[in-house]
């Protein structure tokens, strides 16, 4: 039982660098105690880090400690003398099966504290003294313990290889650099060390500045989100008020409403937080890769580091050609305008346009930028169902094939008196409001213009401010035999392109694209506009003496 107390004693009052007992004892702020020379010389090596740590717990201080001596512990010390005992290693201060074994111990081996890349040897902290003591050894270089020191002498010549050889990028000795490798582009490894070292910065600072852009694309969608949930449960709120209206009549259609935009709202909810999921996981690999190169570019031994960094240097592009942009549009508001249609007009509702009100939940498209498509197959994935208004269509446009065309008559139609009536100019409307990615073709004959307004474009006159093409509120696109002509607020736009009786039309409403394209064998681009759609879109036709439009059944 003396035997473990004394024992406990001296490991107690032992130095964890030097394994002896503590000679002038010092105790850091962690409250370890050492040597006052073992640990002063352990922070002469950390000098260029300008961190200092506590060899047992790695508790880290930015200013360099000042050391006193622990009184206590040097009468406490000085007495366990005194008995004749003296501190032996503990087990865990022998190098194992994976540590790096000093290379003088005779016996059983102690763990290296330091390797030197001039020696290529390892010492434990009592063989390692000499290169803090002795002038010539003070100026070796010492690195954390390393297995790999013989990865730094040349096979050839049996020389440390202290150059690099662009050319060859490898790792040569001042012979090869005069012998295989004359005529080379060689520099000291701690050049070639320094250049790929500043690349490393570079490299990192493109990493945190991705992490920057990531992490604000992931602020934009949370606040995205919550603009969804706001607009969602405004627009249930007030729909539900309107039906409160009209409780007795309504009741199946309030709850149908409800919960469109429920279902709306979770289906786009849940895309937003799938992609901020994966943009988060981006930020998660970008940190690791940072991580690493900072460990990388820590390193000491310039051949270690050369032999990692091809394998560490290289960052995989992202997945994402830009980062998110967030426009700002109205959500589920259309719901709440629809349902005070329907408190102002119950019966024309009910029996006529109930399907309308579903119609104007809109598409919150909130995700990544989508590529434009490419080809007509793609192009027809957004293809959309659309007819034209009857109360839109002047009176001397004849609709037909189920109001997909309109066909200008000499004779008006008998057309009842409706406000959304174009009086004047031979244009109609269609019945469907577009939002998100939209494409349709128009098939025509004579000269028609193909566009897309605001619903709230003026009925009346002649002038611009009814007229496709002629004020702010519509953009159109003019065909007939002799070409193609774009216009959007009385200016006039020639395209060319090849002629053809058939042209597409895609819209991206959230991005604020609209493309016009000539439709033969393949697809030619005549104009796009990049611009933002405040509101909603219906396509329109304008027919002209001997014209006709029709809208193409694609699906």
């Known amino acids: 039982m003396a035997q473990k107390g004394a024992k406990l004693d001296q490991e107690t009052f032992s130095c964890s660098i030097c ?6 004892p010092v105790t850091v702020p962690c409250g370890h105690s050492y040597c006052m020379k073992c640990l002063q010389s352990y922070w002469d090596t950390e000098d260029e880090k300008k961190l200092y740590s506590c060899p047992q717990c790695r508790q880290t201080f930015t200013l360099r400690p000042v050391l006193l001596r622990n009184t206590m512990l040097a009468v406490l010390v000085e007495e366990l003398k005194k008995s004749g005992l003296q501190a032996a290693p503990a087990d865990h201060c022998y190098a194992g099966a994976e540590d790096v074994a000093c290379d003088f111990c005779s016996g059983r081996k102690l763990k290296a504290q330091k390797s030197c890349l001039q020696c290529l040897a390892s010492y434990c902290q009592n063989h390692l003294q000499p290169h803090f003591e002795v002038a010539p050894l003070k100026k070796h270089k010492l690195v954390e313990p390393s297995k790999r020191l013989q990865e730094n002498v040349c096979s050839r010549h049996d020389e440390v290889m202290k150059m690099f050889c662009r050319t060859d990028q490898q790792s040569i000795c001042y012979l090869c650099s005069v012998d295989e490798h004359k005529g080379h582009d060689t520099v000291s490894a701690a050049a070639e060390r320094a250049e790929r070292q500043r690349e490393l910065e570079v490299s990192r600072q ?3 500045k991705r992490i920057q852009d990531t992490e604000k694309d992931v602020k934009l969608l949370q606040q995205e989100a919550e603009a969804i949930n706001r607009s969602a449960d405004k627009a249930v709120e007030d729909s539900q008020e309107i039906f409160t209206q009209l409780i007795c009549l309504m009741k199946k259609q309030r709850s149908d409403v409800a919960q469109q935009v429920r279902s709306q709202q979770e289906s786009q909810v849940s895309q937003v937080k799938e992609l901020e999921e994966k943009l988060r996981q981006e930020i998660a690999e970008l940190k690791r890769k940072d991580g690493e190169l900072q460990t990388l570019s820590q390193t000491q031994d310039h051949n270690q580091f050369l032999h990692d960094y091809p394998s560490l ?5 992202p997945s994402r050609s830009s980062s998110i942009h967030i426009r700002p549009l109205r959500y589920f508001e259309d719901v709440t305008a629809a349902v005070s249609a329907v408190r102002d007009k119950l019966q024309d509702i009910l029996t ?29 994935r957004y293809s959309c169902d659309i007819t034209l208004d009857p109360n839109t ?5 004849l609709l037909s094939d189920g109001n997909r065309e309109a066909t200008l008559m000499s004779k008006p139609q008998s057309y009842p008196s409706h406000p959304d009536r174009f009086n004047d100019c031979f244009q109609v409307l269609s019945r469907e409001s577009l939002t998100g990615r939209c494409y349709w073709e128009v098939e025509w004959r004579g000269g028609v213009f193909v566009a897309v307004a605001y619903k709230n474009i003026s009925r009346t006159g002649f002038g611009n401010e009814c007229g496709f093409g002629y004020n702010d509120k519509s953009w159109a696109l003019h065909s007939d035999y002799s070409g193609y002509n774009f216009w959007y607020n009385s200016v006039q736009t020639p395209l060319s392109g090849p002629l053809s009786s058939r042209v597409g039309v895609y819209l991206d409403h959230r991005a604020g694209i609209l493309s016009f394209y000539s439709i ?12 933002t759609f405040t509101q909603p879109l219906h396509a329109g036709l304008w027919v002209g003496i001997g014209g006709t439009a029709e809208l193409c059944k694609l699906t």
């Open 19 to 24: 394994l002896d007992l503590l000679k002038d």
């Open 206 to 208: 493109n990493i945190q």
């Open 313 to 317: 240097s290289a960052l995989r592009q």
């Open 352 to 380: 006529e346009t109930w399907t309308n009100i579903s119609l104007t939940v809109t598409e919150v498209d909130v995700l990544l930028p989508q590529p434009e498509p490419k080809t007509r197959e793609e192009f027809i």
């Open 393 to 397: 269509a002047n009176r001397y446009l």
């Open 520 to 531: 033969s064998a393949t697809m030619t681009l005549l104009h796009r506009v990049h611009t």
